[in-house]
């Protein structure tokens, strides 16, 4: 598929997130059940997502489908996996936000969240490069064998059911027992207060803070697999030997993160990760201009690498941790000035920011 095409295709996809993400913020707000405000959703996400992901892959080279056809297949299934993408992680954040109103407690739980996430990527990752995409005779670098990525994305599709069935059933009970909707669903009603919850100068900065955030994640995790197979020419065995690196950066930003919240701001700690992230990206470039690094392709670079890493992501995943626990401290102030809790509406907004940057 050409290029251009597929960069449209999730734009597309985008576009309608720009739809489906403030809906859904909107409605699990508002939604009042037996199973509490976020669950209902919770429970179904799991569908769509499953069927869109596993679907986006079966396309295979040998078939004779022109490009348009590749596009709209593309565009259907990314919409599709985007809209389950939906269903969970807005209701889930929200959920995540209320479950305490103490201010480091907030912090820890959103640590949890981001630990768990991290190491679900990191075994997504080992499974592709060790196992679906390992090196062969015919495809040295793995990662270019069509014929791999269709197991993959069953593999991946049922690691992502049972992670949501897992997190949904675990906390039912204490999503029952949470806050409930008691305001007007009027049309006029609901604008007001979505007016208040986005007016919210604490959210403001907040958004400005994530927006900036997301573009340094969103380029070097977009670009990370291509400079480390095009640029710097490792293997994909030697691309793997990041992944434990990668683990020991979601412990370390999980075990400091709580520690850094007691001893100082959270907005002081983000911008902070910032500056770090965006100084330690940028320095083995700057070493490999001055001719300062191993050569390409060796073993010897990964070291290299990895102590820029280590810092740069430990960073990150402290920023975004300390980030999310903000929403939670948000609410509870948009809550004062409108007497409802609106995570839904808020976590919507900055997770939508996330994934325009990452296009």
Sequence with gaps: MEPALAGLAILVALCVDAVTDPLMGTITDRTNSRWGRRHPYMFVSFIPLAIGYVLLFIPNPSWDVSQTG???????????????????????????????????????????????????????????????????????????NPEAYLPFAFAGAAIMVVAILFSSFTTLKT??????????????DILKELKIALSNRSFIRLFFINLTLAIAWGLGNALTLYVNTFFWEFTTVQITAFLPVYAICSYFGFLLTPILIKKFDKKYIVICSLCVVSFMTVMPFLFFNLGMTPEKGSWALIPFLSSFLVFGMTFNIIGIMTRDSML????????????????????????????????
């Design 175 to 188: 999503g029952k027992s949470l806050s409930k909707w008691e305001g007007s669903l009027k049309l006029i």
């Design 70 to 144: 590749l596009f709209l297949w593309m565009v259907s299934f990314a919409i599709l996996t985007r809209v389950g993408m939906t269903l969970f992680d807005i209701p889930h954040r929200g959920l995540g936000a209320e479950l305490s109103k103490d201010y480091e407690e907030r912090a820890l739980i959103m640590s949890w969240r981001e630990l768990f996430g991290w190491l679900a990527g990191l075994t997504n990752a080992f499974l592709g490069y060790f196992i679906f995409l390992r090196a062969t005779p015919e495809y040295p670098r793995g990662m270019l």
């Design 328 to 359: 939670g401290d948000i609410s509870d102030e948009v809550e004062l000035d409108s007497g409802k809790r609106q995570e839904g509406i808020l976590m919507q907004l900055y997770l939508l920011c996330k994934k325009l940057i990452l296009a």
